[in-house]
């Protein structure tokens, strides 16, 4: 363990002293803020973390989005008393961008596999690539899911937030079991990327198919390490200081896709990326974020609520034959979520859909490209 301190600076204290203060149940007076003394986040389950590094996108801010998202964040009522949050504050900005990126990872090394979940609020995209060095700095292989309207594997830009997936991807040795792209959409991606992408053994889902099947993507995201959510994957009108395009998820199914965020058992880290406080109409895309983040929570109390997979009285069990052997299908009674299993033992997260499937002698998408990754 670090001392996380030399890494951090505290909340601004305009943000905690308002005119009016915060009342009963209200985050401002229930989470634990590093505004003087640094939080006892050996009894957090999430933790909250900004970062004020733009340098990724080509440009410096002057103004502090995580800040901007905690004067509405601290607003919100904290609904889920089963889940504690500490605010640990901002991330300090490095000399360079790589030592940046390297605080992020340094923070997040101290919480991977602890069941507590960091939120990164601000900065751009490419810090995706610090949340997973916490795990290719140590050889250690993982899940990842990005919503994101644009795929950032343009190797011909200089733009370190346009490329990045370049290096997270494809660079040797590489660490990346699996990845999820959600949201794109067509207009904004070359075809080439997407053969990319499928040879990679990756998927990919456009926007629009993402909308119709919002509950296929629940246990995608809930397999996954680490998730990054770009705000340009929401429309314009409902994040205009994130949003570059009329079209895109609605403010509603961010939050959704938030939720399923917080209720994966492994999420280590969830990286919101892309706000620009200086573009924000009334505060509406802080609103949006501090949003995301309530229904984040929300996620990770239910999440809290599930049954080790072993605790079999706690499970609906269902076999079926596929592909030649019987498969064991797995249903929470107390969530409603499924999981299938894949080489005789390994269960992973799937669909209602998946067992539908399955039943009806037809062989699940999401089963087979398990088999071609893991075997």
Known sequence: MYDLEQFLEPVNPNVLNGDVPFYDRQFGRTIDIFSETFPDVDKADVIIAGID??????????????DEVRTQLYKLLHWHQDISVADIGNIKTGATLNDS??????????????GKSVILIG????????????????????????????????SESSVKSENFLMDMLTSEPNFIRYYNHIGFQSYFVHPYMLETMDKLRFDCMRVGIAREKMDEIEPLMRQSDFISFDLNAIRYGDAPAGGISPNG????????LSRFAGSGEKTDSFGIYGYRPEKDT????????????????????????????????????FHTPLNGEETVFLQSKKTGRWWMQIGGKKMISCSYNDYVYASNN??????????????
């Open 123 to 154: 900065g751009s995209h490419d810090l995706t690539l610090a949340q997973y060095k916490v795990y290719s700095s140590e050889n250690q292989f993982a899940e990842s899911a990005v919503i994101d309207s644009h795929i950032d594997l343009q």
């Open 282 to 317: 009334n505060h509406i895309t802080a609103l949006q974020i501090a949003q995301m983040i309530w229904y984040f929570i929300d996620g990770k109390s239910r999440s809290k609520q599930e049954s080790a997979l072993h605790d079999k009285q706690n499970f609906n069990e």
């Open 53 to 66: 590094e733009f340098r990724g996108a080509g440009f410096f801010s002057d103004l502090n989005p995580a």
């Open 249 to 256: 998820f609605t403010g509603e199914e961010a939050c959704s």
């Open 362 to 375: 037809e062989i699940p998408e999401r089963w087979l490209r398990a088999q071609e990754r893991d075997f």
């Open 101 to 114: 990126y390297s605080c992020v990872t340094t923070v997040l090394k101290d919480f991977v596999n602890t």
